[in-house]
């Protein structure tokens, strides 16, 4: 085709633009997070609902200035907000992808990660596809020099004072072997309990095996759903399951709510994640404020 430039997504697609997209949409958070480390929100046609939420979002001041928020929006919604690219998840709804390709648009799937690797070819790809790979290239550069800092401070925590941590999610089959917290606790130099007990991501564990694992820390969720949802429900039905009273982290009290803004991220942000960890298990050597975000973007 003349003019323009070419992208190949993960599934091997060469999608085509015509010119650098100025009516974007994708349909994730990560997505969304990635992408408002790369363009301005005015470039944005909506973003995910839960963006505004700083118990879930990092970018919350820019995800303020957009008004339309979505959650699994159809295609009729998507061809309303008249998007010049659609960025779609390889776990998403895939069938919308061929549709909307049918009907015209750009779509660019992308990878689910499952590690901070892949975080970091999905902020290369999507930087691609909106024809800004400086910017990408800016992004990587910034987590990578987190990511060293960090680890310069927990290599200097000895093996005997290494500790564990079980994160006890709403999903519960999340935080096994092969999902982003694993990673992120590797480079946090925390032993992710789960993983070491060779539960893998998808499978859920049980109460029995968190005894047995003994974790020293549990990670308990905070998630709210702009407050309609009561997450202590949740918890009550561990820290206080008498089961569960002989766990490490039960007796002594090391009963966390890390902030879920980081500790579930999947874009560059995920770098704020592993120092939420550290900082949660090691303390205030690992300080960070709220909001904390990467960017390339001229302000």
Same mark, same amino acid.
């Given at each position: $085709?003349?003019?323009?430039?070419?992208?190949? &997504?993960?599934?091997?697609?060469? !999608?085509? #633009?015509?010119?650098? =997209?100025?009516? %974007?949409?994708?349909?994730? $958070?990560?997505?969304?997070?990635? /992408?408002?480390?790369?363009?301005?929100?005015?470039?944005?046609?909506?973003? @995910?609902?839960?963006?505004?939420?700083?118990?879930?979002?990092?970018?919350?001041?820019?995800?303020?200035?957009?008004?339309?928020?979505?959650?699994? =929006?159809?295609?009729?919604?998507?061809?309303?907000?008249?998007?010049?690219?659609?960025?779609?998840?390889?776990?998403? @709804?895939?069938?919308?992808?061929?549709?909307?390709?049918?009907?015209?648009?750009? !779509?660019?799937?992308?990878?689910?990660?499952? @590690?901070?690797?892949?975080?970091?070819?999905?902020? #290369?790809?999507?930087?691609?596809?909106?024809?800004?790979?400086? *910017?990408?290239?800016?992004?990587?550069?910034? /987590?990578?020099?987190?990511? &060293?800092?960090?680890?310069?401070?927990?290599? $200097? %925590? =000895?093996?005997?004072?290494? *500790?564990?941590?079980?994160?006890?999610?709403?999903?519960?089959?999340?935080?096994? %072997? +092969?999902?982003?917290?694993?990673?992120?606790?590797?480079?946090?130099?925390? %032993?992710?309990? /789960?993983?070491?007990?060779?539960?893998?991501?998808?499978?859920? $564990?049980?109460?029995?095996?968190?005894?047995?694992?003994?974790?020293?820390?549990?990670?308990?969720?905070?998630?709210?759903?702009?407050?309609?949802?009561?997450?202590?429900?949740?918890?009550?039905?561990?820290?206080?399951?008498?089961?569960?009273?002989?766990?490490?982290?039960?007796?002594?009290?090391?009963? !966390?709510?890390?902030?879920?803004?980081?500790?579930?991220?999947?874009?560059?942000?995920?770098?704020?994640?592993?120092?939420?960890?550290?900082?949660?298990?090691? +303390?205030?050597?690992?300080?960070? =404020?709220?909001?904390?975000?990467?960017?390339? !973007?001229?302000?």
């Amino acid at each position: $085709m003349v003019g323009g430039y070419t992208v190949t &997504d993960v599934q091997g697609t060469v !999608v085509h #633009m015509k010119e650098k =997209p100025k009516r %974007i949409l994708t349909l994730s $958070m990560e997505t969304d997070e990635i /992408m408002l480390g790369l363009v301005p929100p005015d470039r944005l046609v909506g973003v @995910n609902a839960l963006l505004d939420d700083p118990l879930d979002s990092t970018v919350v001041p820019q995800a303020k200035q957009i008004s339309t928020k979505i959650t699994d =929006p159809p295609v009729e919604e998507i061809l309303a907000l008249k998007p010049d690219l659609v960025v779609i998840a390889d776990w998403g @709804n895939l069938e919308k992808a061929d549709m909307l390709r049918d009907m015209g648009i750009p !779509v660019v799937v992308c990878k689910g990660a499952r @590690n901070i690797s892949d975080i970091k070819e999905t902020v #290369m790809l999507l930087a691609e596809a909106i024809g800004e790979e400086d *910017k990408g290239r800016s992004i990587v550069r910034k /987590m990578n020099y987190k990511l &060293d800092d960090i680890k310069k401070k927990v290599s $200097m %925590i =000895p093996v005997e004072q290494q *500790k564990s941590v079980v994160l006890i999610s709403l999903m519960n089959n999340y935080g096994g %072997i +092969g999902s982003t917290f694993d990673d992120a606790c590797k480079f946090a130099n925390v %032993i992710n309990g /789960m993983a070491r007990a060779g539960i893998h991501d998808g499978q859920p $564990m049980s109460k029995e095996m968190l005894v047995k694992i003994n974790p020293d820390y549990l990670f308990l969720p905070s998630y709210t759903n702009h407050g309609r949802y009561d997450p202590d429900v949740f918890i009550r039905e561990y820290v206080q399951d008498p089961a569960l009273q002989s766990l490490t982290a039960v007796r002594e009290g090391h009963l !966390v709510k890390p902030r879920e803004s980081y500790i579930y991220n999947d874009s560059q942000d995920v770098v704020f994640g592993v120092q939420e960890i550290a900082y949660a298990v090691y +303390g205030e050597p690992f300080a960070q =404020p709220n909001g904390c975000h990467i960017s390339a !973007v001229d302000t």
